[in-house]
């Protein structure tokens, strides 16, 4: 199975930071990378798909970029609607697997 | 507008079964695969099964896999997760999902329920 490393784990962030984090598969799965926030309560939304392309209506503070193996998602400007947990997931072979997760706390 | 409903939750003790189903509505569920996934408390997101739109293969995380079964019933719009012989670990949210089409050749997760949870306990 493919590991997807994602790391931070957690950050502790202050509103109007720029965040970034990361994840790492374990072998090269293109760019079958898809990146999830899911606010408390809430189901995951998808917010990037195929590494970078952010879906309709999702803000362009969110970016995400990488291939192969390395992968970055990146909040330009962090707001207070985005406290959430995000994570990754590679689609590129089965069993589809999640990274981590990265929760967001303000500071 | 797609929705995805999750129900059939609920406490059960070690060893025993639980089918939970998933109504989809606002999408032509038959022309698409769909997909459970869950999470257990305080931990990430677990993919386990896909089934084909028209039922015709699936897919299990080893985890899962001889214990569950993915099924879907196009009549309904429904699709099911019957799992046995269940473990005090899967005890989680279960969540469905179906696979959209967002750009040309790519599919993704694009739409998810808000889950049912499954409590494993004695």
């Known amino acids: 199975d493919i590991v997807m490393t994602q790391s931070p784990t957690s950050m502790s962030i202050s509103l109007g930071d720029r965040v970034t984090m990361n994840c790492k598969a374990s072998?090269?799965?293109?760019?079958?990378v898809d990146w999830y926030q899911q606010k408390t309560g809430q189901s995951p939304k998808l917010l990037i798909f195929?590494?970078?392309n952010r879906c309709t209506g999702v803000p362009d503070r969110f970016t995400g970029s990488g291939s192969g193996t390395d992968f970055t998602f990146t909040i330009s400007t962090m707001q207070a609607e985005d406290l959430a947990v995000y994570s990754c997931?590679?689609?590129?072979?089965?069993?589809?697997?999640f990274g981590s997760g990265t929760k967001l706390e303000i500071k | 507008e797609v929705q995805l409903v999750e129900s059939g939750g609920g406490l059960v003790q070690p060893g025993s079964s639980l089918k939970l189903s998933c109504v989809a509505s606002?999408?032509?569920?038959?022309?698409?695969?769909m997909h459970w996934i869950r999470q257990a408390p305080k931990t990430g997101l677990e993919w386990l099964a896909l089934?084909?739109?028209?039922?015709?293969?699936?897919y299990y995380a080893d985890s899962v896999k001889g214990r569950f079964t993915i099924s879907r019933d196009n009549s309904k719009n429904t699709l099911y997760l019957e799992m046995n012989s269940l473990r005090s670990e899967d005890t989680a949210m279960y969540y469905c999902?179906?696979?959209?089409?967002?750009?040309?050749?790519?599919?993704?997760?694009?739409?998810w329920g808000q889950g049912t949870s499954v409590t494993v306990s004695s």
């Open positions: 999902a179906k696979w959209g089409k967002r750009s040309n050749y790519y599919y993704t997760l694009d739409a």
């Open positions: 072998q090269s799965v293109g760019s079958n």
């Open positions: 195929k590494a970078s």
């Open positions: 089934i084909y739109s028209d039922g015709s293969h699936n």
């Open positions: 997931m590679q689609s590129n072979s089965y069993p589809f697997t």
């Open positions: 606002g999408f032509t569920f038959n022309n698409h695969n």
